[in-house]
């Protein structure tokens, strides 16, 4: 049956006795329905909703196909409801960060919390929603790096002109190329952002579009020693470089993404912020400490059942946004088996605040020591209010025993902070999911097997809630006539979804 005579069906009548059994008592409810410059004034409580969608998780993924509903909401006058399910107490996912204390004045970045100058739509709504962005240079970390064999320090101020040349010779040479397919696989992403840019039903069918295929099937390494590095460039340069997120080793696609930029910049107090925003101007009533346990069928109609810790509801469309195999949802079969498996890596940050301007070298060189936690990368990650930040990323948890020898004033660290997190390990790969998994559900996290970030991920849920709508409405997030807005000023970039 089209969706659309479903929902309008609905829409007359069936939907009061959805609503009767839909809504069970005892869940904890946020809701967020503050109107703004968004119009969400329009959203009246009183009106049967057309489409009810439920979102689950509330990362970047989750909380931006909120924010799309809301624009498309206003852009065509729609009414759809919103759940936001998400099992932990706060907004942001894997992008998470500690608020500041009294003993720590700033807040400390335990996840996600880096974009780059070609990130649009983080730009977008830092200044839409009047955050403040700071830059972190890249080139100004000290960077202590275990590359498997030996302990490798780096002070990057150096690395383009001096240290590449007197360490590594000519292969360092071909990075120049590799820098210019960089800027090039950014400039291909870039053509995502134009108006009117067609929506795709896979990840892999976006790749394949923008040309960038040979990029997904290639290792990172063996794209660098076959487009002119020699493996020690690779090993000592080309990882340290890239090992800033999490040292897990990608496809040559996500390595070069990461390498398009040499700035850094995110929000302080928290790049999440942004997150947040996208939730507060949705229509979404937020449901945080929920988790999502099954998902199945309402036999006889193309509704899904989505059932949490607290409650059980019924919902026109389901977006999951959270890694289908980590979320641990129960799902019909022929779900599951759309979606190939993931593997994953753990990666354990530990990030100190400390007075100490240094790091015990001699322990970190010394492979016994290094290969105790696993450690792969140190950084002095930056400089504020009299303290360093330093990051470590590591396989293993690391001791306190262990963080004492590694800093040389063990005594000066004022705060230590671990958090562990699951990566996906970003494989050679076409086999990728579609989006829309069955009718009615769509599945956002396919893309991080194509690309990881924060930015990427806001970008497939603009295009997954464009598929959304179109099935359930004809319409996609900018209305049914999306190039008519095209009147931005000069001196700002066309950014789809928002500049329509
Ligand atoms: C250590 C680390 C550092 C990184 N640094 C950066 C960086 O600096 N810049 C960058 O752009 N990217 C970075 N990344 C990648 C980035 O974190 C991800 O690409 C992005 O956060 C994915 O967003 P998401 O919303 O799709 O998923 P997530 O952020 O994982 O959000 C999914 C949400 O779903 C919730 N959830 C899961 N299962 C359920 C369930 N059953 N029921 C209810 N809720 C559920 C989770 O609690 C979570 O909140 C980093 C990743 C890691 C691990």
Redesign the pocket.
Known sequence: MHRYFFLLLQHLGLSAILLATLYGAGVPQIPFFLGSGLGMASLSQTTDPLLRVAI???????SSSAFWIARAIKNSNLTISVDL????AFI????FSINQSVSVPFSVEL?????EDGHKNMWRASMEFNLPVSRIDAMDQTLHFWNGVNFVRKSPSFWPIVDLLLHHGHPSLALGTTYKRAEQVAARFAEVYQPNFPTWDAPGELVARLGLLDLLISNTSDYFVRTGASQSVVNDIVLPLLGG??DVPAHALQSLFRMSSSSFYQIPGGTRRIFERFVDLSPASLFLN???KSIEHVAGTPRWRVNTTSSSREYDAVIL???FH????TTPESLFAKVPLVSYKT?H?TVLVTRSPDVNTTFLADPSHSQDGRFSSISYWRQTAGRWVIRINSQSPLSDDWLSRALNRYDQVEAVFRQK?E?PLQVPTVDLPPIRLEEGFYY??GF?SVV????T?IMASFNLVNLLLRDSFGVDVCGSSPTRNHNIPAQRYFVAGWDC
């Open positions: 689950i998780g509330a990362g970047a993924g989750g399910l998400e099992q932990s942001g996912g894997r992008s996840g996600a919390h880096l974009f997120y999490t929920t988790t999502v946004a959270a890694p980590q979320a641990n949802i990666v940050v997190w990566h956002l996290n991080e990881s970030s924060m930015e991920q």
